[in-house]
């Protein structure tokens, strides 16, 4: 039975209600420490703020604006309390919550000041925003409570964020979401105070968005004849698809946003990512079609023909409807995986770069400056209209619009390399805030929302010239996988609360088992609002580290509340009878771990690992390669730490690779060696490939090795399956001290791969040597 969420936050807000001795009952009382963490919070010796039915909300005389964000508070209280509080324009009365501006207040206008007396609340803002985000502090403070009063403590709070630029995005074109769904988004997105929502509006799956020059975009683009079921099995489910935005409706949600301090910045993906506008308008693609909207997911290589000046005509009217819609600073332009298949090809986009003379450089095609030359022509006229292009890091190829922000998906690299030239920069690496990768929450317990915590949007080693230009982070949710708002919700849900954490609060602050407390505290407010969440982070979490000086793994276990875990280390089910958990176990030899949390009132999920030893289990060891930055997870310990990984590569069991993987392991005295195996993570349309080849080779000092066996493998074929493939290699038996082996990488993508000729991972977990 799965351990109740009702329960634990019924034990934490028991923690918040207080007893009145003079009155003999209880009265509920705030906590100040919410996601995100307000930068100072600065208790004042004095009688606390009491809320009550005669509480007003104020705003500034005249304000619209601010009555709105007081009309948002009186809602919060009543659905946290149920307590109904009226709001009207400042007065010098007692017992109120007051709104005032002071642009002094912090350097950022989204800053703010929150100060609490006996006889008031007042939240003074640099602007109206950070009035709107101090009152955020203040209704995620309440408690869920019947109570008729609340105490708030006196303090002083000053808060401002660490970046500018806080996104959220939202995908809409593999799969539609209503207006209502959009307006709840944004609501969710508001809530963690991200002040972004990147709405993708097109793909080559459908046209969301109506462009009246363009009517065909909606009534032939934004429809498919079936979709991909989303089972594996490659079969599709027959059933026509559909749906866009009108104007007006665009218009709707850009005013419902901007009433909570959320700019709408949309994407209209160009030059590829196209083929559902190519189905409207077949003249626009270098073949001149027919086409027809995408039914499969991935990259497509119909793309925009860039040496056909119409399509550069096509691209400045619909940006041109979409920049008298929008009143965003950015347009976000796209830019991501245009295959360059077609212009190869293309009489036209050949023609194109022979007027201009392009050639092929080490770094470059020439193709590559088809792209470079329609991104900065497209900037040029959004220039012209007084806004700015953002575009995916690819833009970066052939050369980057001069005036470009880059959004650095595929890594932080690309970023940096970005911001050393001086361009703006918004950190949104897949394999950290790609919250459509849903088993980043199957990691287990609270390890996928300590991945997105833990990231660094700016290395600290970064020169101030060049971290200038890095404003912010962003999440990002595709919609392949995602076919229901419910599951939308589920997959940012409680993720985003990290991702508010790295864009708003002092990254001195960072404190990740504090976060996880003032997150549970978060958690009713999720569930007054209706919202759905992954509820991993309520289950057991476990940490393993490898001991070498001991030969150990040593295993450390929490759950929430620090509540009773009883384990077994012989694979039975443990009960109240089993051992309880109290300090991190060493475990040395073969063991089947299971570990539960046994309550009154509720039992978790099991928690079960095989530890599985070998002569090279816990052994020390060392890469010549480093993994690739976004898969490094725990090192190079991962190899030989007795753990098996799943089909899951980016569970943290795996270690990527771009490079072969080189391994030497310290059997640390003369052993006995006849045979070493290990296993490879194959998931071909995300780039992870199968190892192409197998060393092993041994040395008596480290230093002069000999090889004692080797094997090649073909590359993998389109029709080859994902999954987990073992390789191993038996020789005669020899003696040695250490051992290198050696996985080869698969050189290059294949033709037949969506991104033929880039380069492959290699997913490499257990080594084993006997």
Not at 165 to 174: A, I, P, S
Not at 185 to 192: E, F, G, S
Not at 553 to 571: A, E, H, M, W
Not at 587 to 598: D, P, S
Request: aromatic content about 10%.
């Amino acid at each position: 039975m799965r351990l109740s969420v009702q329960y634990i936050i019924t034990a934490i807000l028991s923690c918040t209600v207080l007893l009145s001795c003079n009155k003999k009952e209880t009265i509920a009382t705030c906590n100040y420490e919410v996601v995100p963490l307000p930068r100072s919070i600065t208790p004042v010796e004095e009688a606390p703020f009491v809320l009550n039915a005669y509480t007003r909300i104020g705003y500034p005389k005249g304000n619209g604006k601010l009555k709105q964000t007081a009309e948002f508070l009186s809602e919060y209280i009543r659905e946290m309390t149920g307590i109904r509080t009226d709001v009207a324009e400042n007065t010098d009365s007692s017992n109120s919550i007051q709104f005032l501006l002071d642009r002094t207040v912090t350097a950022s206008p989204e800053g703010y000041r929150l100060t609490v007396d006996k006889r008031n609340i007042t939240i003074t803002g640099s602007s109206e925003a950070g009035i709107f985000y101090g009152m955020q502090t203040l209704r995620k403070s309440l408690p869920v409570t019947t109570q008729k009063e609340i105490s708030f403590p006196a303090v002083q709070i000053l808060d401002e964020p660490e970046y500018r630029y806080r996104g959220m995005h939202l995908d809409v074109g593999r799969h539609f979401f209503s207006t209502d769904f959009i307006k709840k988004y944004i609501d969710i997105i508001a809530l963690h105070n991200l002040n972004t929502f990147h709405w993708h509006l097109t793909e080559d799956q459908g046209w969301r968005i109506e462009i009246k020059k363009y009517p065909k975009l909606t009534e032939i683009g934004s429809k498919r004849k079936e979709s991909l079921l989303n089972d594996g099995s490659g079969k599709f489910d027959g059933k026509p698809y559909g749906g866009f935005y009108t104007q007006d409706e665009v218009r709707d949600i850009i005013e419902y946003a901007a009433e909570r301090y959320v700019t709408v910045i949309p994407e209209i993906d160009l030059p590829g990512h196209i083929t559902s506008a190519l189905a409207a308008y077949p003249e626009l693609g270098c073949t001149g079609g027919p086409y027809e909207v995408a039914t499969t997911y991935g990259v497509h290589k119909e793309v925009l023909c860039v040496g056909n000046e119409q399509s550069l005509r096509f691209a400045e009217d619909v940006l041109s409807e979409i920049i008298e819609l929008f009143p965003s600073h950015y347009i976000h332009v796209g830019g991501d995986e245009c295959p360059r298949d077609r212009w190869q090809q293309c009489p036209k986009c050949q023609a194109l770069i022979h007027k201009n003379g392009w050639k092929d450089t080490k770094e470059h095609k020439a193709e590559d400056k088809l792209q470079s030359y329609f991104m900065t022509e497209i900037e040029k006229f959004v220039n012209s209209k007084g806004r700015q292009i953002i575009g995916w890091d690819e833009i970066l190829e052939g050369g980057l619009a001069p005036n470009a922000t880059v959004m650095s998906w595929r890594g932080t690299e690309n970023g940096i390399k970005a911001a050393e030239l001086q361009h703006d920069v918004i950190m949104t690496p897949a394999g950290v805030t790609y919250f459509s990768a849903g088993q980043l929450l199957e990691l287990g317990g609270n390890r996928g929302i300590r991945r997105v915590y833990d990231f660094r949007i700016c290395p600290d080693t970064l020169p101030e010239a060049i971290a200038k230009h890095i404003i912010g982070v962003q999440a990002c949710l595709w919609s392949e996988r995602v076919e229901t708002p419910e599951r939308a919700e589920y997959l940012i849900l409680p993720r985003l609360a990290a991702l508010s954490e790295l864009g708003w609060a002092d990254q001195k602050q960072h404190n990740f088992e504090a976060f996880m407390d003032r997150l549970y505290r978060l958690i009713p407010v999720y569930d007054k609002s209706h919202y759905t969440y992954s509820e991993h982070v309520f289950q057991i979490t476990e940490e393993f580290r490898t001991d070498t000086v001991q030969e150990a793994l040593q295993v450390s276990l929490s759950t929430i509340g620090k509540r009773p875990i009883y384990y077994t280390t012989d694979g039975s089910l443990p009960d109240t009878t089993s051992r309880i958990y109290t300090e991190p176990l060493k475990i040395k030899e073969n063991t089947k771990l299971k570990a539960v949390v046994i309550t009154p009132e509720d039992t978790s999920n099991v928690f079960e690992e095989q530890i599985r030893v070998n002569k090279a289990t816990f052994k020390p060891s060392w890469l010549a390669n480093a993994p690739h930055e976004n898969y490094t997870f725990n090192g190079v310990s991962i190899l030989t730490d007795g753990l098996s990984g799943n089909q899951n590569y980016n569970t943290g069991r795996w270690l990527g690779f771009l490079k072969d993987m080189v391994l030497t392991i310290d059997l640390q005295k003369p052993t006995s060696v006849s045979s070493v195996s290990l296993t490879v993570n194959v998931s071909k349309g995300a780039a992870v490939m199968d190892a192409t080849g197998m060393e092993v080779w041994c040395s008596a000092d480290g230093e002069n090795f000999r090889q004692l066996a080797s094997a090649s493998y073909p590359v993998l074929g389109k029709e080859n399956k994902d999954g987990i493939y073992p390789h191993s290699l038996s020789f005669p038996e020899a003696e040695t001290r250490y051992v290198r082996i050696i996985a080869k990488v698969t050189p290059k993508l294949p033709a037949w791969h969506m991104w033929p000729g880039n380069p492959a991972f290699l997913f490499m977990d257990e080594v084993c040597v006997e």
